[in-house]
């Protein structure tokens, strides 16, 4: 089977960003399936932005990297034009590409799904299409976007992608009713396959003193936040718990990443003279290992938006698969499985009290901190292996192509 996969922010393992397209796609080239890939390329996805070279050849992936260059630096403006001129070159990209069965497309941004159903209607092949962030229930309902007629416009736009698809996969239980609710009378499968953990790159053996040492976060208790900073993350909150905590003087906050908001959260921590929380730049994929293992706890921050509860961000599984006991300041479908498996707390949502007593919960019993430790990789392994995830995921696409077959 030949699956054409759309992604505008794919990244390569040598990237600063999620790699969830690559891991997928490598395993379906090792079960024995041809896997060409079209995406941009952005400052975090790992490839030379000086070259002009187009072709790439990665794990047996055939790769097409258009020069749509990306960067959360961007203007909205800019982003707009963005995803436009992606929308253009991809298509025109995937009428290149020969003999393809299924069409495999993942959103962010939402019109991704324009070149799927443009290329499903020229080379008549059916496309499963990957919601990973349901758009443009957030933007709307975090009042990003406002005019009537552009929210009238996107909802339009989603129910068309839906209809036209064979089948749906969706990142978290919350996202699948939330498709459910578009779809309405409309008979779509619709998979939930969230992230998953690599359980070979993040583990619990991997030693992080040395990092420890490099960081200079000896005898201390570190809780790391690692991704992006932007607006939906809102990690002003940590500073803020930070505040809260400094009586404790071996507390010690880290925001890793880039973003919009990095360099105000810097001016911040700097304009408050806090000495127990620290904003550094982002590290490669590959080297991410080492700075999870040489943390305490781990972190996942959203900003006070219901919406994005139902998020399944590629931290969250990292850090289980390297053992480390989670801290987030949400409810929802995480919440309930960490505290269900004892591996971590969540918290109602945006609660910096909660959040804080939580936090010197985890601190002060560090007996329990082991146990947290333990429970989160086995969960890791039990349900959320990427082997596991990619073969859901390919049962669709080869259910949806061989439905193609039998109705040829």
């Not at 403006?77 to 995803?83: A, D, G, H, I, T």
């Not at 570190?222 to 993350?233: E, Q």
């Not at 971590?344 to 560090?366: P, S």
């Amino acid at each position: 089977m030949h699956i054409l996969y759309l992604h505008q922010h794919f990244a390569l393992p040598e990237g600063s960003t999620g790699t969830r397209s690559y891991e997928l796609a490598r395993r379906w080239v090792k079960a024995g399936h041809r896997v060409t890939l079209v995406c941009g390329k952005s400052d975090q996805s790992g490839f030379d932005l000086t070259e002009n070279k187009r072709h790439y050849q990665a794990a047996g992936i055939d790769i097409v990297a258009l020069n749509t260059k990306y960067s959360n630096s961007l203007s909205f403006l800019s982003r707009v034009f963005s995803f436009f001129q992606f929308i253009l070159l991809s298509f025109w990209a995937g009428l290149c590409v020969k003999n393809a069965d299924v069409i495999y497309a993942t959103s962010t941004p939402l019109t991704i799904g324009i070149p799927a159903m443009l290329l499903k209607w020229f080379k008549r092949v059916p496309f499963v299409f990957e919601v990973r962030d349901q758009w443009p229930r957030i933007p709307i309902e975090m009042g990003i976007i406002r005019n009537p007629l552009l929210k009238s416009l996107l909802r339009w736009l989603e129910r068309c992608i839906y209809k036209s698809s064979a089948g749906i996969v969706a990142l978290s239980p919350g996202m699948a009713d939330g498709i459910r609710q578009v779809l309405r009378d409309m008979s779509r499968e619709v998979v939930i396959a969230p992230n998953s953990s690599d359980l070979s790159l993040f583990r619990p053996d991997i030693d992080g003193i040395a990092t420890r040492q490099e960081m200079g976060w000896q005898n201390k208790f570190v809780v790391l936040h690692f991704g992006a900073m932007g607006k939906v993350n809102s990690l002003g909150f940590l500073i803020d718990v930070s505040q809260r905590v400094s009586e404790y003087q071996d507390i010690h906050i880290v925001l890793l990443g880039e973003g919009r908001e990095r360099q105000n959260l810097s001016n911040r921590v700097s304009e408050l003279n806090l000495q127990n929380i620290e904003v550094r730049g982002p590290v490669r994929k590959n080297e991410l290992p080492e700075v999870v293992a040489a943390c305490d706890v781990s972190t996942v921050i959203i900003g006070d938006y219901p919406v994005i509860q139902d998020n399944s961000s590629n931290k969250f599984f990292d850090s289980l698969s390297a053992g480390k006991p989670i801290l987030i300041n949400y409810s929802g479908w995480q919440r309930e499985l960490i505290e269900t498996n004892r591996c971590g707390y969540g918290c109602k949502l945006f609660d910096v009290d909660e959040y804080t007593e939580k936090l010197i919960q985890m601190y002060a019993d560090r007996e329990n901190l082991q146990k947290m430790r333990e429970n989160a990789r086995t969960l890791a392994e039990t349900e959320f292996d990427r082997d596991l995830i990619s073969n859901r995921i390919l049962t669709l696409i080869d259910k949806v192509n061989s439905s193609r077959h039998s109705k040829a």
